[in-house]
């Protein structure tokens, strides 16, 4: 049968509000390419209508507890999102998707219809042409070329197994560019990508957990041309290992898979960067800083790893339980304290956001640069602290915890109101003698974001500040805490307490936190907003 295109009427156009659940009866209401074996492909509103009475016949999952065969509908919508690629080849149009494969995976499928005459040939590319344009809007590059870079000792060493049964089939159907290289020792991916060739990619994939992000954008930061190269470099993150904050963020899943999708329908987004100054040294942090109980329950749980994610909440409810202190002396630059201001600056961000859609322009690519990186408006820590600084003794402190994401780990928001590019970061502070119900309702609250709205807990906008962790005693020699503590990952004191910048312990001492407006580039579903909805009552 001849493929024909048919043209909407721009008086009748009914857009296909729910394609999926209907029959599509109006097909000639929106472009329409009929096919052989009398079938039809549809361009909706929000997906691509196949029509064929074939489908009819294909088996789908047996129901009943099993028993009996379930024929399929004879439409199937595919959204445009799900859309990876389509092409006329020899008289015939193939289109590769991501289908859903459980809960949290997806996977490659494909149709495929032949045109059998040739004079519709021209008409049949332009309707895949305009496919395509829907499966990758304005801000969405099309065929990305993709520096992989693979940690093999990620995820428990399964990065590698995950790479190729979930992610490397998305990349190839979608026609990304891609060069894969795996990490061979610490530092690895800093070094790789202060070596990259900047004019011959477009983003910078990690399959590991938080840790490769990190080394990536140091790297970068190293080279002659840093602005330009974090500028013109997307890092993302191919959730492959313990700690995958940054795709939960920025891709709404930690599903390998689902992440692969997301990234391959990245929206270029700029995000502000964090740089730390520490003795002599510095570095830049995209993701958190911590010092007290959530560096300690992260980084002072080490050998309770065969609890896996359980581990960091016990290690937290162990130190609440034991009001465990953590002594310092803060100086910090704030930009907003207001907790009821700082809630509708995000309520606000959000809504003009949401209002703009994802029909908008990707922010431009910088020109070629050979600029270094600016320079620090407050210097480093070695710098005599400016005016912009109010300071503060926290001889009781509990958690001292800043953000530049929203989520630290599945369903911890930590950071309810955290933006990409604010120039801020977000700086929880809580005290350690804090009541332990208190404390505990807190922590139940941490999912829906709501830990914002308790009083005891203080929750700023902050440009930059200066922390200087103090030595602590050993102490609590007698009681459960004693007898226990030091098994279920708490300590009977220390002499020296642990701090982590992105997940990675850095030494027990002052360091200095500046946030760097808008220096690195990342790929996120929706541009100028984290994945999290907001704290309760944000529409």
């Known amino acids: 049968m001849s493929a024909r295109l048919t043209q909407p009427n721009p008086d009748s156009i009914d857009p296909f509000e729910d394609p999926a659940g209907s029959e599509v009866s109006n097909a000639d209401t929106s472009l329409t390419l009929t096919v052989d074996r009398n079938a039809t492909l549809t361009l909706g509103t929000d997906a691509l209508i196949i029509l064929d009475e074939g489908l009819k016949y294909r088996r789908q999952p047996r129901n009943f507890c099993g028993l009996l065969p379930q024929l399929s509908k004879t439409t199937r919508a595919v959204p445009f999102y799900n859309v990876l690629w389509a092409e006329l080849v020899d008289f015939e149009v193939t289109i590769h998707y991501a289908r859903s494969s459980g809960k949290n995976a997806c996977r490659v499928a494909y149709v495929n219809y032949a045109v059998l005459d040739k004079t519709y040939l021209a008409q049949a590319q332009r309707w895949v042409d305009a496919l395509l344009n829907r499966a990758y809007p304005a801000g969405v590059r099309k065929r990305p070329r993709m520096k992989v870079m693979i940690n093999p000792k990620g995820g428990q060493g399964y990065a590698q197994k995950l790479w190729r049964k979930e992610i490397e089939k998305i990349f190839a159907a979608a026609h990304c560019e891609v060069d894969v290289e795996r990490t061979a020792y610490r530092g690895h991916a800093a070094d790789l990508a202060e070596q990259l060739d900047v004019n011959a990619f477009d983003v910078v994939a990690c399959a590991s957990g938080d840790g490769l992000p990190h080394e990536v954008f140091n790297g970068l930061a190293r080279r002659k041309d840093a602005t330009g190269a974090l500028r013109n470099i997307a890092v993302v993150q191919l959730p492959c290992g313990t700690g995958n904050a940054m795709s939960l963020n920025l891709n709404g899943t930690d599903s390998p898979s689902l992440a692969a999708l997301a990234i391959v329908k990245g929206v270029r987004t700029p995000m502000d960067l964090v740089a730390i100054t520490q003795g002599d040294q510095k570095y830049y942090s995209f993701l958190s800083q911590s010092v007290g109980i959530i560096a300690e329950s992260d980084l002072g749980t080490e050998r309770l790893r065969w609890m896996g994610p359980m581990r960091f909440t016990w290690g937290i409810l162990v130190r609440l339980l034991g009001k465990t202190v953590y002594p310092a002396e803060l100086s910090v630059a704030v930009d907003e304290d207001d907790k009821r201001i700082i809630k509708e600056q995000y309520r606000k961000s959000r809504a003009a956001h949401e209002t703009a859609g994802l029909q908008h ?10 600029d270094s990186l600016p320079p620090l408006r407050y210097g480093t820590i070695n710098t005599t602290l400016s005016a912009d600084f109010t300071h503060q003794s926290l001889p009781t402190l509990g958690n001292f915890y800043t953000g530049n994401m929203a989520y630290m780990a599945p369903s911890t928001p930590f950071f309810p109101v955290a933006l990409p ?42 440009t930059a500040y200066r922390i200087t962790p103090r030595v602590v005693e050993k102490r609590d020699k007698k009681g459960w805490r004693a007898k226990f503590g030091r098994w279920l990952g708490g300590h009977g004191g220390l002499k020296e307490g642990f701090i982590a910048v992105d997940g990675e312990r850095v030494p027990f001492k002052a360091f200095q936190a500046e946030v760097v407006p808008g220096l690195g580039t990342v790929l996120s579903k929706r541009g100028g907003v984290y994945e999290f909805e907001g704290p309760p009552g944000t529409p």
Do not use: H
Request: with cysteine.
């Open 421 to 462: 590019a604010d120039g801020c970061q977000d700086m929880v502070i809580v005290d350690g003698l804090l009541p332990r119900l208190t404390a505990l309702r807190m922590l139940t609250t941490v999912e829906s974001g709501a830990n914002i709205d308790f009083p005891e807990v203080s929750y700023r906008k902050v």
């Open 361 to 370: 322009t990707s922010p431009a690519l910088p020109r070629p640069s050979t």
